[in-house]
């Protein structure tokens, strides 16, 4: 007897053209949701590497809700994780502006494309002295939440089914450990920063 995929199975196997597509045709807000909890991990990371603090990077995060239900329609996407990218890189930069601070200055910016201090038995060096925190919660995480992290977050174009394949993984575990590796980088960064 067949078995019946569950709606999460389903939207697990649609590839993110396929659920932009449907959004574009619906504009329905219900079916942005899927492609937006496919990729919230990914938006939460890239807010806070320009915004620097979990607070900041959680409301940035909820804030690119409402610009792809703005956005998404009127443009052509096709390669969405690339599109996300910059709409989300651009909308942290913008509030920064508005915030009249230099986005160099911001501390994430340096760790997250350094290839040496991704290095995790290094210490930074004192131009990335505001990485700090960040740098140290990533060396607290368990190895395989770790190595997670690093591929999805701080590569380009890596996705579940990749690092799964590098890791010799499930895709499921690799959620798994991205889900609550974010919650442990979250949980330790808000420790850092008690003032936050």
């Not at 053209?17 to 574009?24: C, E, N, Q, S, W």
């Not at 806070?48 to 443009?75: F, M, N, Q």
């Amino acid at each position: 007897m067949p078995t019946r995929l569950s709606t999460q199975d389903r939207l697990a196997s649609t590839t993110d053209a396929d659920l932009v597509a449907r959004f574009r045709e619906t504009e329905a807000a219900e079916d942005l949701l899927p492609l937006y909890e496919r990729y919230a991990n990914f938006i939460y990371a890239l807010c806070l590497k320009y915004l620097a603090t979990p607070t900041r990077a959680e409301d940035a995060g909820a804030e690119i809700w409402s610009v792809l239900l703005e956005k998404l329609p009127r443009h052509e996407v096709s390669n969405f994780k690339s599109w996300l990218h910059t709409l989300v890189r651009n909308h942290c930069l913008m509030q920064l502006r508005k915030e009249k601070r230099d986005p160099l200055q911001q501390t994430n910016a340096g760790l997250v494309q350094s290839d040496t201090l991704l290095h995790l038995g290094e210490e930074p060096n004192e131009e990335a002295v505001d990485t700090r925190p960040l740098h140290h919660c990533i060396k607290q995480l368990k190895e395989e939440q770790r190595r997670c992290i690093n591929l999805f977050y701080l590569r380009e174009g890596e996705t579940y089914q990749s690092i799964a394949a590098q890791l010799e993984l499930s895709v499921g575990r690799v959620r798994s450990h991205l889900q609550n590796g974010r919650r442990n980088l979250k949980l330790c960064l808000e420790k850092q920063q008690p003032n936050e």
